[in-house]
């Protein structure tokens, strides 16, 4: 059995897990292993029998348990969870496929909103689905198969394009592309996303030489570091090797961390963001807004901008709330002296609507779509006028 729990408002997560373990093992009998996987994923292993009935009772269990609500400093909590739920020897013979089984269940229950699901022949489907779809981007990986279109970044102030976010595609030989939405989960859910992030990198630092050779001058280009590539202990190693052997110059490569990734471990990530700005590099906060960001942390983080997520630029016209958080980021950024960057703008209204308050940059299709390396080169020297 594996599940995700997930806190309601999860300010201090660290303290949730460990009630949450706390909740698992209160209900669980005595033989039982419970564990946790890492973040907010935990696993429970019934060795008694019958283990497949006694699955469901647990698993309801842990549901009524982990529901009820808690104080931690002054404030009241509750805690949710999706749990999956896979049996042997049905479901596999073997722990690693029996938790890959309960994995794939968990994430159904979560799609679904239903708590519990097991795993079942359709799911295995999707299993199959996946390999097959793992067995084709280790090909890519190793033949090239990838490519990276770059999506500009544009000055409110100045109209000038002041950077490009590098985003991947997969082009498989049956001739269709498959764009990072589709990619990415792939990459995670199978282990891949660290060396494909690590193509990503060496490919946009050569894309940029390749421009700056040909006589152009392209601004900085920006590279997404995955929640599991910022947690790897071989990042700076990698960012240095590759630096040295593309001669890129650190200052016009931007690395950009998830909120939630950076604030995961914040001892660990202060460490690591302040090595990668040692270098000269460039650091975002990635999707601002969507996590649970401690405004002190914030304030000591060796960064340089926030990105707003788009879920909340989408709606600054209609919605009165998200109009306000945007305001309220892009103050915060500045009292922090940090730039900030709105994502997913599509709109003119938009545009000025961000303009007002101050946004320094933006991004999405009121500007341009993702676009193949011969084709943004256009907007290198274009001049926006909003």
Request: overall charge neutral.
């Given at each position: 059995m594996r599940w995700r729990a997930r806190s309601v408002k999860n300010p201090r997560f660290r303290c949730c897990s460990s009630t949450s373990t706390a909740s698992s093992t209160s209900t669980t009998r005595r033989g039982t292993?419970?564990?946790?996987?890492?973040?907010?994923?935990?696993?429970?292993?019934?060795?008694?029998?019958p283990a497949a009935r006694a699955a469901s009772r647990v698993a309801h269990k842990l549901l009524q348990a982990l529901a009820k609500p808690f104080r931690l400093a002054q404030r009241r909590y509750a805690i949710g969870a999706s749990i999956g739920i896979s049996v042997y020897p049905d479901d596999g013979l073997d722990a690693h496929t029996l938790l890959r089984q309960a994995d794939l269940a968990m994430y159904?229950?979560?799609?679904?909103?239903?708590?519990?699901?097991?795993?079942?022949?359709?799911?295995?489907?999707?299993?199959?689905?996946?390999?097959?779809?793992?067995?084709?981007?280790?090909?890519?990986?190793?033949?090239?198969?990838?490519?990276?279109?770059?999506?500009?970044?544009?000055?409110?102030?100045?109209?000038?394009?002041?950077?490009?976010?590098?985003?991947?595609?997969?082009?498989?030989?049956?001739?269709?592309?498959?764009?990072?939405?589709?990619?990415?989960?792939?990459?995670?859910?199978?282990?891949?996303?660290?060396?494909?992030?690590?193509?990503?990198?060496?490919?946009?630092?050569?894309?940029?030489?390749?421009?700056?050779?040909?006589?152009?001058?392209?601004?900085?280009?920006?590279?997404?570091?995955?929640?599991?590539?910022?947690?790897?202990?071989?990042?700076?190693?990698?960012?240095?090797?590759?630096?040295?052997?593309?001669?890129?110059?650190?200052?016009?490569?931007?690395?950009?961390?998830?909120?939630?990734?950076?604030?995961?471990?914040?001892?660990?990530?202060?460490?690591?963001?302040?090595?990668?700005?040692?270098?000269?590099?460039?650091?975002?906060?990635?999707?601002?807004?969507?996590?649970?960001?401690?405004?002190?942390?914030?304030?000591?983080?060796?960064?340089?901008?926030?990105?707003i997520d788009k879920s909340f630029v989408s709606d600054v016209l209609t919605d009165s709330d998200d109009a306000e958080i945007v305001n309220a980021i892009i103050r915060l950024a500045h009292a922090l002296k940090l730039r900030v960057v709105a994502e997913g703008v599509e709109q003119a209204g938009q545009v000025a609507f961000l303009r007002q308050s101050g946004c320094d940059e933006i991004q999405g299709y009121v500007v341009a779509r993702p676009l193949p390396p011969d084709q943004v080169v256009a907007f290198f020297d274009w001049r926006f006028n909003f």
């Amino acid at each position: 059995m594996r599940w995700r729990a997930r806190s309601v408002k999860n300010p201090r997560f660290r303290c949730c897990s460990s009630t949450s373990t706390a909740s698992s093992t209160s209900t669980t009998r005595r033989g039982t292993i419970v564990a946790r996987l890492g973040g907010d994923e935990f696993a429970v292993i019934l060795t008694h029998a019958p283990a497949a009935r006694a699955a469901s009772r647990v698993a309801h269990k842990l549901l009524q348990a982990l529901a009820k609500p808690f104080r931690l400093a002054q404030r009241r909590y509750a805690i949710g969870a999706s749990i999956g739920i896979s049996v042997y020897p049905d479901d596999g013979l073997d722990a690693h496929t029996l938790l890959r089984q309960a994995d794939l269940a968990m994430y159904q229950a979560k799609h679904r909103r239903s708590g519990i699901e097991y795993f079942s022949d359709e799911l295995n489907t999707v299993a199959q689905q996946l390999q097959t779809l793992e067995s084709g981007l280790r090909q890519a990986l190793e033949h090239n198969e990838l490519a990276l279109a770059y999506q500009p970044k544009v000055d409110l102030a100045s109209g000038q394009v002041v950077g490009l976010e590098a985003l991947v595609r997969w082009l498989p030989r049956v001739g269709f592309s498959v764009g990072s939405e589709q990619l990415i989960p792939v990459a995670e859910e199978t282990g891949l996303i660290v060396p494909l992030g690590r193509w990503v990198v060496r490919a946009a630092c050569e894309q940029w030489i390749a421009w700056r050779d040909a006589g152009c001058d392209p601004p900085p280009v920006a590279v997404n570091l995955s929640p599991r590539q910022f947690s790897d202990v071989r990042l700076i190693d990698d960012i240095d090797a590759i630096l040295t052997e593309t001669g890129m110059p650190p200052a016009y490569l931007q690395l950009e961390v998830t909120e939630s990734a950076a604030m995961d471990n914040p001892i660990r990530s202060f460490g690591m963001l302040e090595a990668l700005r040692q270098r000269g590099l460039h650091v975002y906060i990635d999707d601002f807004g969507t996590g649970y960001s401690n405004l002190g942390q914030l304030k000591r983080m060796p960064i340089d901008a926030l990105k707003i997520d788009k879920s909340f630029v989408s709606d600054v016209l209609t919605d009165s709330d998200d109009a306000e958080i945007v305001n309220a980021i892009i103050r915060l950024a500045h009292a922090l002296k940090l730039r900030v960057v709105a994502e997913g703008v599509e709109q003119a209204g938009q545009v000025a609507f961000l303009r007002q308050s101050g946004c320094d940059e933006i991004q999405g299709y009121v500007v341009a779509r993702p676009l193949p390396p011969d084709q943004v080169v256009a907007f290198f020297d274009w001049r926006f006028n909003f």
